[in-house]
């Protein structure tokens, strides 16, 4: 190829020569799209609890309907999975770095295909609690390795834009249970709810059989000491074949593995043990290493903690508070909470890795705050008027539409992206699956209290309480929360330790990385 030579000696591609096949080839398109897939089967394991989240909220009026099921009964049932799985977004932890994270996917799909299958043939309380027991072990599998994987997969120039699918396919399994709440509420009771359940098995199976053709995780190969394989799945996955070299060594190092091994198969120094693992991320943990574990777990408390669940699970009865009182009205305004949800994430998987994560999460936070304290004072006009108020109503149900939007331009995505960044390759499995943990048992705990919670402080309390947890969430991110943009993952590590002098830290790094390249260009 025609060229001339580059500021370090090298080459330089000649602009004519830009649009051969060759360079595109050396360049990039194939391996991005690689990646891009890998990313998107990953993610999809994610869609089992977006599923199971959103046809509960419909399902449940059925339930109680059919069953008999008092309040706290449906409380229990409808948060309870989120509580079971967290003892499954332990085990990912350990059962990733054991059999990998491919087929850590492959289980969490089958673990739910029974779950759900056990859901649709209830018969009673306890029954059904052991169909959710099973199922929220799955979710928990699924919730952990998901963004897990697609970090370890995505090049750092698009690894927000990946790491934002697992969310992506939560809120479109959301708008899915919705949908199927619609279509089967025509059926008869006894077997409408048993459907909107059991259906949720078909995807598990077909997700399953998916991930088996998708390469393991870089990371966890050479975690394993197989170099030769990581190096091909770098090779597919960076966009270009410098770019897999440099990731290639960045996570030798991180493993501890000396620069000079270079052979397919080496040997891997002996790690830490688990409970090792575990004393250095809570007991005697560096600076860096409990700055990200504030930011990395507390993100994902207040990502729950400011009462996403408490809408998405009980849309129907918060739409039934604002003066929708068919339960046909009500199902279709819950498809309305779907639809926005997925489109504003998706908008926001494009901003991720252009805007920058705490733009976007600091203004998703702020937009939630607003919206939660327009719920609060709509339904609070409308709970202590005796007749309708009509624009109470439509501010009610256009503020509940503008919470799900800005949370899922935001915080939905990021929490994943974010929590799966920032820790070290050594602690990210067991990390990550202490963020799970905390998204799930936030969830299940206001999935399980809303109802006593709404009926101790009114309806529009409740949201107001939501609205002071956000706001100080956004309080908490704006402090703690170092910029995590365009860095590979090693280089974020640097940017923890500081705590609130994290912006001191990030400008020290930006004055070496210019006055290194300025160097470069002199010595060229």
Same mark, same amino acid.
């Given at each position: 190829?025609?060229?001339?030579?580059?500021?370090?000696?090298?080459?330089?591609?000649?602009?004519?020569?830009?649009?051969?096949?060759?360079?595109?080839?050396?360049?990039?398109?194939?391996?991005?799209?690689?990646?891009?897939?890998?990313?998107?089967?990953?993610?999809?394991?994610?869609?089992?609890?977006?599923?199971?989240?959103?046809?509960?909220?419909?399902?449940?009026?059925?339930?109680?309907?059919?069953?008999?099921?008092?309040?706290?009964?449906?409380?229990?049932?409808?948060?309870?999975?989120?509580?079971?799985?967290?003892?499954?977004?332990?085990?990912? !932890? @350990?059962?990733?770095?054991? %059999? =990998?994270?491919? /087929?850590? #996917?492959?289980? +969490?799909?089958?673990?739910?295909?029974?779950? *759900?299958?056990?859901?649709?043939?209830?018969?009673?309380?306890?029954?059904?609690?052991? !169909? @959710?027991?099973?199922?929220? %072990? =799955?979710?928990? /599998?699924? #919730?952990?390795? +998901?963004?897990?994987?697609?970090?370890?997969? *995505?090049?750092?120039?698009?690894?927000?834009?990946?790491?934002?699918?697992?969310?992506?396919?939560?809120?479109?399994?959301?708008?899915?249970?919705?949908?199927?709440?619609?279509?089967?509420?025509?059926?008869?009771?006894?077997?409408?709810?048993?459907?909107?359940?059991?259906?949720?098995?078909?995807?598990?199976?077909?997700?399953?059989?998916?991930?088996?053709?998708?390469?393991?995780?870089?990371?966890?190969?050479?975690?394993?000491?197989?170099?030769?394989?990581?190096?091909?799945?770098?090779?597919?996955?960076?966009?270009?074949?410098?770019?897999?070299?440099?990731?290639?060594?960045?996570?030798?190092?991180?493993?501890?593995?000396?620069?000079?091994?270079?052979?397919?198969?080496?040997?891997?120094?002996?790690?830490?043990?688990?409970?090792?693992?575990?004393?250095?991320?809570?007991?005697?943990?560096?600076?860096?290493?409990?700055?990200?574990?504030?930011?990395?777990?507390?993100?994902?408390?207040?990502?729950?903690?400011?009462?996403?669940?408490?809408?998405?699970?009980?849309?129907?009865?918060?739409?039934?508070?604002?003066?929708?009182?068919?339960?046909?009205?009500?199902?279709?305004?819950?498809?309305?909470?779907?639809?926005?949800?997925?489109?504003?994430?998706?908008?926001?998987?494009?901003?991720?890795?252009?805007?920058?994560?705490?733009?976007?999460?600091?203004?998703?936070?702020?937009?939630?705050?607003?919206?939660?304290?327009?719920?609060?004072?709509?339904?609070?006009?409308?709970?202590?008027?005796?007749?309708?108020?009509?624009?109470?109503?439509?501010?009610?149900?256009?503020?509940?539409?503008?919470?799900?939007?800005?949370?899922?331009?935001?915080?939905?995505?990021?929490?994943?992206?974010?929590?799966?960044?920032?820790?070290?390759?050594?602690?990210?499995?067991?990390?990550?699956?202490?963020?799970?943990?905390?998204?799930?048992?936030?969830?299940?705990?206001?999935?399980?209290?809303?109802?006593?919670?709404?009926?101790?402080?009114?309806?529009?309390?409740?949201?107001?309480?939501?609205?002071?947890?956000?706001?100080?969430?956004?309080?908490?991110?704006?402090?703690?929360?170092?910029?995590?943009?365009?860095?590979?993952?090693?280089?974020?590590?640097?940017?923890?330790?500081?705590?609130?002098?994290?912006?001191?830290?990030?400008?020290?790094?930006?004055?070496?990385?210019?006055?290194?390249?300025?160097?470069?260009?002199?010595?060229?």
């Amino acid at each position: 190829m025609a060229g001339t030579s580059g500021p370090s000696g090298g080459v330089v591609a000649d602009p004519k020569n830009l649009s051969s096949p060759l360079f595109d080839a050396e360049k990039k398109p194939k391996n991005n799209k690689y990646a891009f897939a890998c990313s998107i089967l990953a993610s999809m394991t994610s869609i089992l609890l977006g599923y199971d989240t959103g046809v509960m909220s419909g399902a449940a009026i059925y339930i109680k309907k059919d069953l008999r099921f008092t309040d706290v009964q449906i409380e229990i049932i409808v948060g309870i999975i989120n509580i079971f799985s967290l003892l499954g977004s332990f085990l990912a !932890g @350990r059962t990733s770095d054991w %059999i =990998g994270r491919r /087929y850590t #996917m492959v289980l +969490a799909g089958g673990i739910f295909f029974a779950g *759900a299958f056990l859901m649709g043939c209830a018969t009673n309380f306890e029954f059904l609690m052991v !169909g @959710r027991f099973v199922a929220g %072990i =799955g979710v928990g /599998y699924a #919730m952990m390795i +998901a963004p897990v994987y697609t970090t370890e997969v *995505a090049p750092a120039s698009s690894r927000g834009f990946l790491t934002s699918f697992p969310e992506v396919f939560i809120n479109a399994g959301v708008m899915l249970g919705y949908v199927s709440n619609f279509a089967f509420a025509k059926l008869p009771l006894w077997l409408g709810w048993r459907f909107m359940l059991g259906i949720g098995a078909v995807p598990s199976v077909g997700l399953a059989i998916g991930v088996l053709y998708m390469p393991e995780s870089p990371r966890w190969l050479v975690m394993r000491g197989q170099l030769g394989e990581a190096r091909r799945v770098l090779e597919k996955t960076s966009e270009s074949k410098e770019e897999a070299r440099q990731r290639l060594e960045d996570i030798k190092e991180a493993a501890g593995i000396p620069e000079e091994c270079n052979d397919d198969v080496v040997e891997v120094p002996k790690r830490s043990k688990d409970d090792a693992v575990w004393k250095e991320l809570f007991l005697h943990p560096t600076p860096a290493v409990r700055h990200a574990a504030i930011t990395g777990i507390g993100i994902h408390f207040f990502q729950m903690a400011s009462g996403v669940d408490a809408v998405v699970l009980y849309s129907p009865r918060i739409f039934e508070k604002a003066g929708l009182k068919s339960d046909n009205h009500k199902l279709l305004a819950t498809i309305g909470v779907g639809v926005c949800k997925t489109i504003f994430v998706l908008i926001s998987t494009f901003l991720l890795d252009k805007v920058g994560r705490r733009p976007l999460m600091l203004s998703s936070m702020g937009g939630m705050v607003i919206a939660l304290l327009v719920l609060s004072g709509s339904l609070s006009v409308i709970n202590h008027s005796h007749q309708t108020v009509p624009w109470a109503v439509a501010l009610a149900i256009i503020s509940v539409y503008g919470f799900v939007s800005v949370f899922s331009s935001g915080m939905g995505p990021i929490a994943w992206v974010y929590s799966s960044e920032v820790f070290p390759l050594r602690l990210r499995a067991q990390g990550c699956s202490i963020g799970v943990a905390v998204n799930r048992g936030v969830s299940g705990i206001i999935g399980m209290t809303f109802i006593s919670m709404y009926k101790a402080l009114t309806i529009g309390g409740a949201f107001f309480v939501f609205a002071v947890v956000a706001a100080i969430g956004w309080v908490f991110m704006f402090t703690m929360f170092p910029e995590t943009q365009g860095r590979n993952l090693e280089e974020i590590e640097v940017l923890f330790g500081s705590y609130f002098g994290w912006r001191k830290t990030l400008k020290d790094l930006k004055k070496k990385e210019a006055a290194e390249a300025k160097n470069v260009c002199i010595v060229a």
